[in-house]
């Protein structure tokens, strides 16, 4: 086994193994976090009933995200979710207003329903923040997903199609357990980082290559 996939595995059990209290008083307490930390930063610049965020539906033991989604919806911000096309293998975003815009999709996942306003990918650039799921963490901006790519490919997407002059990035962001955070992530040139990690003992911003951390406790 790969070290990478001896990660995956230990870091799903520890997930699986929360019980069903503590999975949803710390992802309240989380959500609670990162609702206090996307305020701070849609104060700043433009009017929050234009900010954009790429959120995903959580599935099987992943934390549970939807309260910091309903708070986006209750802040007026523009909230869309992936929907993966089967044909290509990539994702396209929807844009969500309630839980009644989402349906399950395959594998038990729920996606935005088809009928829902796509967000192009010229209009990609539009987006403020991205909501990013994954197995583990590092307090240096490492991630690692589930071994799809789809996070990876999404980021390089977005790139090619950001206007020509253009500067800056939608600011990556993951919600995780404190169990999820380990010393070191296994990273590739190509691996997506993180901009903040929020978990329910602290709060970490990515700045320049350093790092910053907040005590949640």
């Given at each position: ?174 919600l995780a357990f404190s169990l999820q955070v380990i010393e070191h992530v296994p990273m590739e040139a190509h691996d997506l980082r993180i901009d903040c990690l929020m978990t329910e003992d602290m709060t970490i911003t990515m700045d320049a290559g350093d790092h910053r951390i907040i005590d949640n406790t």
């Amino acid at each position: 086994m790969s070290e990478k996939q001896e990660i995956r595995k230990r870091i799903k059990a520890l997930r699986k193994a929360l019980s069903p209290n503590e999975h949803q008083v710390n992802s309240e307490r989380i959500c609670r976090e990162a609702a206090k930390w996307i305020d701070g930063q849609a104060q700043s610049g433009q009017s929050s009933a234009n900010r954009s965020i790429f959120v995903y539906l959580p599935y099987d033991h992943e934390l549970d995200i939807m309260p910091f989604i309903q708070h986006c919806w209750d802040r007026g911000f523009r909230v869309h979710a992936p929907r993966v096309n089967q044909d290509t293998g990539q994702m396209q975003l929807y844009r969500i207003r309630s839980l009644s815009d989402v349906e399950v999709g395959s594998y038990g996942i729920r996606e935005p329903k088809l009928s829902l306003p796509q967000l192009s990918e010229r209009e990609w650039a539009t987006l403020d923040w991205v909501v990013v799921p994954g197995i583990a963490y590092d307090r240096h901006g490492g991630r690692m997903g589930y071994g799809g790519g789809y996070y990876d490919r999404f980021m390089a997407r977005l790139a090619e199609a950001r206007p020509e002059g253009s500067e800056g990035r939608p600011l990556c962001i993951a919600l995780a357990f404190s169990l999820q955070v380990i010393e070191h992530v296994p990273m590739e040139a190509h691996d997506l980082r993180i901009d903040c990690l929020m978990t329910e003992d602290m709060t970490i911003t990515m700045d320049a290559g350093d790092h910053r951390i907040i005590d949640n406790t």
